[in-house]
């Protein structure tokens, strides 16, 4: 009996400190959420843009709520952007306990590249595929058969629109993480992925169907950086197995 008390005692202090975890992922969320609210209208200005150089220079609620849940997602949205190195830290300060000091130092090259990584494919999506995607998709307005087609988006479809683009290619852009992680925990090899990359470029272009907006040239502006980053992370696999190749060779010969 005593042997099962002492077995529950660290599942239960694992559970406790998940809470703890948890607790303070959750307050950094809400903080981040207030902050936004504050500046949700700022936040919005600078998510239309893209709009604003499409050429079109109105968005319209049909909703009488739409426009005030419009700006409680922006607040969401931004707050989580703004929580995240915040909820990434409490994840890493519940997992690192586990690990040894070579699986820390393994792992938090990855833990530092995840933002930036996610970060550079939301600037991609608002500098680069959503103008694109825009000026596409506005180009369908003008005098149809006599008939004048005008677009006139909505506000709450115009941030999902904003949203799914963003967290899309942010997402997307966390493939050379994936990819390193699946090596490095014996899952694949860089010649297994090496033999698999045309598999993997229709892999991405369905990846692409999913994740990016239902138009041709979402698909393709967000297809064209993950073949990119596919093969980054075959470079960067490269080296990494490079430097374990030498460490063995010291660790067998010290000398």
Known sequence: ??????????????????????????????????????????????????????????????????????????????????????????????????????????????????????????????FVAMPLALHFLLGFQGNIGGVHQEALPAVGNYLSFVTKFLFGFGVAFLLPVLLMLLERAGLVTRRQLVKGRRYAIVGVFAVACVLAPPDIVSMVVMALPLVALYEFALIAIWFTERKRAREAELAADPR
Not at 7 to 31: D, Q, V, Y
Not at 45 to 62: H, N, S
């Open 1 to 126: 009996m005593t042997e099962i008390d002492e077995s529950r005692a660290p599942l239960l202090e694992h559970l406790i400190e998940l809470r703890r975890r948890l607790i303070f992922s959750i307050l950094a969320l809400g903080a981040g959420f207030l902050i936004c609210l504050y500046f949700a209208r700022p936040i919005f200005a600078f998510l239309v843009q893209p709009l604003l150089r499409a050429g079109q220079g109105k968005l319209i609620y049909t909703d009488v709520f739409e426009a005030f849940f419009a700006q409680m997602k922006v607040a969401f949205f931004a707050g989580l952007m703004l929580s995240f190195p915040i909820i990434a830290n409490q994840l890493w300060r519940f997992v690192a306990p586990g690990l040894y000091a070579k699986e820390k130092r393994a792992l938090l090259p990855f833990l530092v590249l995840t933002p930036v990584l996610f970060l550079g494919g939301a600037a991609m999506a608002y």
